[in-house]
Structure formats: structure tokens, C-alpha cells
């Protein structure tokens, strides 16, 4: 019996898009290892991120374009994963050896949730396959630690810093510096030390998203992250009502001016879904984060509901997504996630050359 013609296998793989990024997998470069023995098929394709909303669907559009195809028996598909850099490399940045995006998740106001989502979509990206760090970047007020469980001192291995490690999570702290219960009365300087030492004296090792828990607003460390190291980009956190979405469209515009793309915006504390008879009730509003995303032309990630497990695992150190990863909350940190990534990859496929602005 003849084997299978090489030329036929990639073109059924050409019907296969790839949705975010509107080309077909062969002409991304995503086919690899063909192996044709006969009638059977076997190959792989390598997404760019191991968090992909729609790996399984495309996995099963391949199967069946490559069954298709005349004299094919047997199809075997492999999954994997290879994240790209979409860091635009500017003049003063350099890039975090090993550390292929770096994502702020930031708000132009306190009290969002900012802290607990950046908490779980780190633990999400994590538990999808990817390897991510988190930087506490809320000098001022250091939560991470205490969200995630985690306890004892920063360490040295020669004259970089380890990151403390849990759920997958690779995490550094001004909560690891100090006892807990004294505050940080530092100037803006000293902020934009702290944060170069955070990037560029840590053996963060290979990672595929290093997030930045940003203090709220629109201060000094968003500045000298701008000038620090290429960002992927940034996540605005809001919630529905419009005294958080007025300062959060003045983050989006902070971002964009300090050249930063806005990767998209999130709904936090977006409704309440009643235990017992699932009514939704809109407590802060509707609708007003995606509104408020479409009139920005930033994309709009996802609404996260009001529950209480939320708050508690926070407390706790275990979050949601660790604790009751089947719960709709937790389905909807997932859901955040994988547009995070897909939003990355769009951006990886786009990276602009853009001038560096003039900041007073």
C-alpha cells in the first residue's frame, strides 16, 4: 500500500485557523514532526501558549481534516506549546533573562480586587501548563504573600535573589522583607530601585509570564516599570460602577501613553449569583466594563461574579482556583486567563515599532 501523499496531509491542515490569530496553522508554522508510516498520520502542533481557550477544538479539527484526506487509516495528534516574547524592545528596557512576557495587572483605583486576580490568573496560568512568576509591586501594601500562602525570608543564591515558590507560582515580595506589621515610608527613587531589583536581581529562571501586581493608580512604579523592562502589556481591572470605571479609563490612558499596550480590561465584582436560586443581582451595575472596553477599542477579558470562597481562600492562601477550581467563579478566573494568553499571542504576532514617549 503507498503511503500518504505529504502534499495532502498540510493541505487539509490549511482549513485549521487559528481564531485570535485569523491565519491557518501551517502558515503559522504551528505543523511539526509529520510522520507518515502508510496510512497512518501522526504530527504535532506547537501553540503559543500551553493556556490556548481553543486547543482541544483545533486539536479535533486537524484529526478530522487529516482523516479526510484519501488512504489516511490512523491519525495521531500531539499537543504542545512554545510561548513567544511580545515585549516591544525599546531604548532603556532591557529584557528579564529568561522571561519571555512581562504583564502588569493594574487599576486605576483601590479596592477592585486587583491583587486577587492577579493572585488567580497566576495560579490559572500555572495550572494550564504555563510557567509564570508574580511581582508584588504594591510596595505600599504587600498582599501577595498572605493570598498565596506564602511565609519565611527572601534568600541569596550569589547576589541574586530567589523568589519563594508555591502552586507552580515563583513570587517576590516587599511582604518578604519586612515583619508584616511595619509600614514602607519610602520616596518615589526608592520605589524604582526596588522594582529594578525585583526584574534584574532575581533568579527567575524560564518563565513564560512574569505578572506585576501594580499598586493602584497611576504612579511611580507604572513609570519605572515603562522604563524598566519590555512589557508584554497590561491588564485594567475595574468594577462595574462608574466611579471605578472613570479611573480605570484613566489607566487604560496612562498605559497607552507610557507605551504599554492595554492587553484588555476585567470586570471584577461583576454580579451575585445567589447560592440557592441563582439569581444573578447586579450589586455595582451592569454591563459598564465592557462598555466601557468597547468605547476604548481595548478588548474586554471577562466578568468576574461576587463570591464569597473568593475572599476567603485570599485569606487562607489558597486561591479559588486551587480551592474549588470546578466552582463558576473559579471557571470564569480560567476563562480571564486563556484570554490573557490569547492576547499575548495576538501581540507576539504584532509587535509594533512605536516611538518612546515623552513623559513630564
Given at each position: 500500500m503507498s503511503s500518504v501523499d505529504q502534499s495532502a496531509v498540510f493541505d487539509a491542515l490549511r482549513?485549521?485557523?487559528d481564531p485570535d490569530l485569523h491565519r491557518d496553522i501551517v502558515a503559522l508554522g504551528f505543523v511539526k514532526e509529520l510522520q507518515?508510516?502508510?496510512?497512518?498520520?501522526a504530527f504535532t502542533i506547537e501553540l503559543t501558549t500551553p493556556a490556548c481557550p481553543v486547543k482541544d477544538a483545533m486539536r479535533d479539527q486537524a484529526r478530522a481534516a487529516v482523516s479526510a484526506v484519501p488512504g489516511v487509516t490512523a491519525v495521531d495528534v500531539t499537543m504542545t506549546a512554545a510561548v513567544r516574547s511580545a515585549g516591544t524592545m525599546l531604548a532603556g528596557r532591557a529584557p528579564v533573562p529568561g522571561v519571555r512576557n512581562v504583564v502588569a495587572i493594574g487599576a486605576g483605583k483601590g479596592g477592585v480586587g486587583k491583587t486577587t486576580l492577579a493572585v488567580n490568573l497566576a495560579a490559572a496560568l500555572s495550572a494550564r501548563g504555563s510557567r509564570v512568576g508574580l511581582i508584588d509591586g504594591d510596595i505600599y501594601g504587600p498582599n501577595v504573600p498572605i493570598m498565596l500562602g506564602m511565609e519565611g525570608q527572601l534568600e541569596s543564591e550569589g547576589d541574586r535573589i530567589v523568589p519563594i515558590e508555591r502552586y507552580g507560582i515563583k513570587a517576590v515580595s516587599m511582604g518578604f522583607l519586612t515583619d508584616g506589621q511595619s509600614p514602607v515610608i519610602w520616596r518615589g527613587p526608592?520605589?524604582?530601585?526596588?522594582?529594578?531589583?525585583?526584574f534584574n536581581d532575581v533568579l527567575w529562571g524560564e518563565l513564560d509570564y512574569l505578572l506585576i501586581d501594580m499598586p493602584p493608580g497611576t504612579g511611580d512604579v507604572a513609570l519605572s516599570l515603562s522604563q524598566t523592562v519590555p512589557v508584554a502589556g497590561a491588564i485594567v481591572v475595574t468594577t462595574p460602577q462608574e466611579v471605578s470605571l472613570a479611573d480605570s479609563r484613566r489607566a487604560v490612558r496612562m498605559y497607552q501613553k507610557l507605551n504599554i499596550p492595554v492587553l484588555g480590561l476585567i470586570e471584577n465584582m461583576s454580579y451575585f449569583a445567589c447560592p440557592n436560586c441563582q439569581h444573578e443581582s447586579d450589586v455595582f451595575g451592569r454591563g459598564g466594563g465592557e462598555r466601557t472596553a468597547q468605547a476604548m477599542e481595548v478588548p474586554f477579558l471577562g466578568r468576574i461574579p461576587i463570591y464569597e470562597p473568593i475572599c476567603r481562600g485570599g485569606d487562607a492562601g489558597q486561591p479559588l482556583v486551587i480551592g474549588e477550581p470546578q466552582s463558576a467563579a473559579a471557571r470564569a478566573f480560567f476563562s480571564a486567563a486563556e484570554q490573557l494568553a490569547a492576547q499575548v499571542s495576538i501581540a507576539s504576532y504584532q509587535k509594533p515599532r512605536i516611538p518612546v514617549a515623552e513623559v513630564q
Open positions: 482549513s485549521v485557523m507518515i508510516d502508510g496510512g497512518r498520520v526608592m520605589l524604582h530601585s526596588v522594582i529594578r531589583q525585583f
